[in-house]
């Protein structure tokens, strides 16, 4: 080209060169369904089309017409995720059927994305039940197709953790991982920025290894494009072709489609991008589909603007690396995040998805129960040498389910189905329906009384208990009810799942007030007391415990001659104070509240006030509070919008003091339905406060979300720390975004993060800065929204829909009738848990509160006879554990009669701790002299198990913009195959993964 201009009388011309024609736009179009795993309808009614007054859907049709249509034509592509309804539909297949399933999955046709049990939700699941129910997903792939997934898949999670990218997916092996839902004010930015796809370098402890390519999806959402939903039935025009027809619309079908793919183009660096075709449980009628998106592709085509073609995720990827561009990097999550809606609505900005972190708290509870017991169970298994499957071939349930057929599923399948299940990001969300939450519950109940017969026999075997005694367990323990210690004698037989020694503290309901506790194999007194309140009497019992040891207590009444556990002692009406060696609580007595703890070890006194208190939930119907939702009434920034639990709203507690050797308590009465013991047990270093909630009245009408706060002095600067699934660390900054600047339009909610180990504050202190810990026995929502402050939402209980889908309010009762017309019977539920506090020197902080994580969720394991017969106890064998204090044994399971799964990991991140976080060296000989076992090949494999550890090393990786991510070491130590090594290295946070070949 030739631009001319006049200059001074003078005509000058300058050559410019010629524009670059922009790159034709590439069109991956993706056909996918999303299928809940449980949400407004259970798990088996979604896969096999029932209660369609609900939903209408229907897994097994989706997956029926999906391969028919891909077997039709060779050009189409589907992908699929979820393995827990895959599975189910596998086993009914005929020999035929999966031939030809395997012939698509051999040519890419069906590509399996994720490849998890389930899409498990990001906030609430602990981070070892993230990898468990991934692993199952994976294991079976792995075996019956020979397939290892590639792209991480987390299209309708309710926001984004640091655990997933770097370690469920980096380390998974994962080229790429994708998402939908982000806050909509972070995508309105990334849009303009075109950094809607990202490298994502979301660990500091593991570094740039395991930064992965991330995107959202450039439509905002999961669904395909506007008017593009062939689903049938879809109030969407089809494809109409037919140039005779009046209505004939291929040309505005073409021009949407192109004039979308452009607009998607803005919203990126490349040329590529991908139009996801498909949503919740769509292709009950591939067809439908298929025949439009054959005609769409074909027609766009000869258009030739852009160019369309079947693709799916894994062909994506591989485009956007091929493209060798420098992407944004992301070093934070996308957590809490607030759902986008239309200004009309007047909901935009107010949607804060926060709520969840806490919905539902027994649901959590016993969830986080039984993802440990099944921790517990894989090493009594394995200890034991019992059989794999010794109980699933006999009656479970009165049924005959379909995981029988897979060879691969042991007494313990059951239970790691149902777990599984539950991290489902409708499932521990609390999101679901009512129905679907009670199905829940069964299933994990079912699963736990399956492995309940392989723990109780396992015990057996390694305490040499006779065949003849029955060993049962209490799962209403934590409700302080077991018939079987409601005997004047009994024997409770104890494991411990820890890799350490510790005391093990134990409580059990008696109907006695003076007992003997004997150690079966030494004879000795165990340091035992009971507590004896005005409705029941409890033993409270400290037992010395060795690693991985099972030990056989015998408990009977005793006379007052013979006493070794006495009855504590009700403290004089003016005592104020409990204390152990290395802590002191005081009680203020005008209040009854905590007024201060003093760590004796470290000489920090803190004064420390906890209140229970309540916001009011927004009750604007379908914008409110709900089940998705934390949206307080009359909501501001100093969070004065929130009452008292007490007398008169005062905040007040009554409380009587007991006084122990073993344990000392104070039990405080806030309310009728807010009730707390103070708990100081002997050697501990944290304080526990055990508290019971509910029923939350609503007589007033009001909803209510129930917060237990705790109120210091300590200057914090607007920063608190939160975890990550209880694995890395966050830092968090009050009113702040990282990536965008935050709207606060909800300055509660917006502050409110997903809590699962740790929420924590630091301050300037006497001897040096200070640090508030507490670490809760479950998933629960909190935040620091003054300095000096912490508050955990601990239940919640409301009376409007928040309109996010789930279709009711959050309302739990103890019963309910049947659907579509669902009535709530009987009072609300009420709720018990436990918060343990530390306060420390902040450079001692993650010692202590890291020690309480892992003790709490590798709890130790009671079973109990009545059995009048004793029988010789032998001393443990080998008491002393092989693992140094920063690293801890996170799996151990036996997996075929050769094959044994073996995972590690360093329990510190970087910086947590200026000894702990330093890289561990583990003998790996000596660890398997401790576990019995004659080990003769050890193989390195990737996190899930399915593939050698440097196939996963191997991945895509691409450049990211700004500083070049820290090298932790990760990696450089050369992958175990083959011999035995004598040592490994691990470096902070890192979980390395062995199979073991055993004789």
């Not at 011309?13 to 922009?22: E, I, K, M, N, S």
Request: negative net charge; glycine residues 6%; charged residues 20%.
């Amino acid at each position: 080209r030739v631009m001319w201009f006049a200059f001074v009388g003078v005509l000058v011309f300058l050559a410019v060169p010629a524009a670059q024609a922009a790159p034709q736009i590439n069109v991956h179009v993706v056909p996918h369904s999303h299928d809940d795993v449980g949400w407004l309808k259970t798990v088996d009614q979604y896969y096999y089309g029932a209660n369609n007054s609900i939903q209408d859907a229907s897994v097994a049709l989706v997956l029926d017409t999906v391969v028919q249509q891909l077997s039709a034509d060779p050009r189409r592509k589907f992908i699929y995720a979820e393995q827990a309804f895959f599975t189910r539909w596998w086993w009914e297949q005929t020999e035929e059927t999966k031939a030809e399933v395997k012939r698509l999955v051999a040519t890419h046709q069906l590509e399996f994305v994720d490849g998890g049990w389930t899409q498990h939700d990001e906030a609430c699941p602990y981070y070892v039940t993230m990898i468990d129910q991934t692993t199952l997903g994976h294991r079976f792939l792995l075996e019956q197709f020979g397939h290892v997934p590639r792209i991480g898949w987390q299209i309708d999670t309710f926001g984004h953790s640091a655990t997933q990218p770097s370690l469920l997916s980096a380390e998974v092996g994962f080229d790429a991982m994708y998402f939908a839902r982000v806050d909509y004010q972070d995508r309105d930015l990334r849009r303009q920025q075109r950094s809607m796809e990202m490298v994502w370098r979301a660990s500091p402890s593991l570094g740039a290894s395991t930064e992965i390519f991330s995107g959202v999806f450039l439509g905002g959402s999961y669904g395909p494009p506007p008017n593009m939903n062939w689903n049938y039935p879809s109030n969407d025009a089809p494809v109409m072709d037919d140039t005779c027809l009046e209505d004939s619309n291929v040309k505005q079908l073409v021009d949407l489609f192109v004039s979308t793919a452009e607009e998607y183009a803005s919203y990126i660096h490349d040329s590529n991008v991908m139009f996801l075709m498909g949503s919740d449980f769509h292709y009950a009628n591939a067809r439908s589909w298929f025949r439009n998106l054959d005609k769409i592709i074909d027609y766009v085509n000869r258009d030739g603007r852009v160019k369309a073609f079947y693709s799916n995720p894994i062909m994506y990827t591989e485009a956007k690396h091929a493209a060798n561009l420098t992407w944004p990097l992301k070093t934070d999550d996308f957590m809490p995040i607030c759902q986008d809606h239309d200004e009309e609505s007047g909901r935009r900005g107010h949607a804060y998805w926060a709520g969840y972190f806490t919905s539902r708290p027994l649901l959590k509870f016993f969830e986080r129960t039984q993802s440990a017991f099944l921790q517990a169970a894989r090493q009594l298994q394995l200890l034991a040498r019992l059989p794999l499957r010794n109980h699933i071939d006999g009656d479970v349930g009165g049924c005959n389910p379909f995981w029988r057929h897979w060879n691969a599923s042991t007494d313990l399948f059951p239970l790691e189905m149902a777990v599984a299940e539950l991290t489902h990001h409708d499932g521990l969300t609390g999101t679901s329906k009512q129905h679907v939450a009670y199905d829940y519950a069964r299933r994990l109940a079912l699963g736990a009384s399956v492995a309940r017969l392989v723990v109780a026999d396992a015990m057996r075997t390694l305490s040499h208990a006779p065949p003849t005694v029955t060993l049962t367990a209490c799962p209403l323990l934590n409700e302080s009810v077991c018939p079987e210690t409601m005997k004047s004698s009994f024997q409770a037989v104890v494991y411990n799942p820890l890799h350490v020694a510790r005391t093990a503290h134990l409580s059990f309901p008696v109907p006695f007030t003076r007992a003997r506790v004997v150690d079966a194999a030494t004879g000795a007194a165990v340091p035992a007391e009971v507590f004896a309140y005005k409705t029941r009497n409890e033993l409270a019992i400290a037992l010395p415990m060795c690693a991985l040891c099972t030990h056989v207590l015998r408990i009977s009444s005793t006379g007052e001659e013979e006493i070794d556990a006495r009855p504590a002692v009700r403290a004089s009406n003016n005592a104020n104070t409990i204390e152990n060696e290395f802590l002191r609580v005081t009680i203020d007595p005008s209040s009854g509240r905590i007024a201060s703890i003093f760590n004796k070890e470290e000489n920090v006194d803190l004064e420390v006030d906890q209140t229970y208190e309540w916001y009011e939930g927004n009750a604007i119907p379908g914008k409110g509070a709900g089940a998705y939702m934390f949206r307080p009434a009359n909501c501001n920034a100093d969070a004065s919008n929130i009452s008292c639990v007490g007398d008169g709203g005062a905040c007040t507690a009554t409380y009587d003091v007991f006084t122990g050797t073993v344990r000392s308590e104070v039990s405080q009465v806030f309310s009728p339905w807010v009730q707390q013991t103070v708990l100081l047990w002997a050697g501990s270093r944290h304080v526990e406060l055990d508290w019971t909630v509910g029923p939350i009245p609503i007589e007033d009408g009001k909803g209510k979300e129930i917060v237990s706060r705790f109120t210091t002095q300590l200057a914090t600067h607007g920063t608190f720390v939160t975890d990550a699934n209880g694995y890395e660390l966050q830092t968090r900054r009050r009113n702040y975004r990282a990536t965008f600047d935050l709207n606060l339009t909800e300055p509660q909610a917006a502050n409110y993060f997903p809590v699962g180990s740790v929420l924590a504050i630091r301050g300037a202190g006497a001897t040096g800065p200070v640090q508030l810990s507490v670490t809760p026995d479950r998933s629960q929502g909190g935040t620091s929204l003054r300095d000096g402050q912490l508050e955990l939402l601990v239940h919640r209980r409301l009376l409007a829909d928040d309109g996010e889908g789930v279709g009711e309010p959050l309302n739990e009762t103890l019963g309910i009738t049947p659907y579509p017309d669902a009535q709530r019977i009987g009072p609300g539920i009420t709720v018990k848990g436990r918060h343990f506090v530390h306060v420390n020197i902040a450079g001692n902080a993650s010692r202590t509160f890291r020690a309480t994580q892992h003790a709490l969720f590798y709890s130790p394991v009671v079973m109990f006879t009545s059995s009048s017969p004793t029988w010789t106890v032998p001393r443990p064998a080998n008491t002393t554990s092989p693992f140094p204090p920063n690293v801890g044994l996170m799996t151990l399971e036996r997996r075929t009669p050769e094959q044994v799964l073996l995972r590690v990991q360093h329990l510190f991140g970087v910086g947590e701790d200026a000894d702990l976080s330093s890289p561990a060296k583990l003998t790996l000989p000596a660890v398997f002299q401790f576990l019995g076992l004659r080990v003769s090949e050890v193989t390195e494999m990737s996190l899930t198990a399915n593939q050698h550890r440097a196939s996963a090393m191997s991945r895509l990786r691409f450049t990211a913009a700004g500083p070049a991510g820290s090298d932790t070491g990760l990696g450089r130590e050369g992958v175990l195959e083959g011999s035995v090594p004598t040592t490994i290295t691990l470096t902070p946070l890192q979980v390395r993964t062995f199979l073991l070949t055993v004789a």
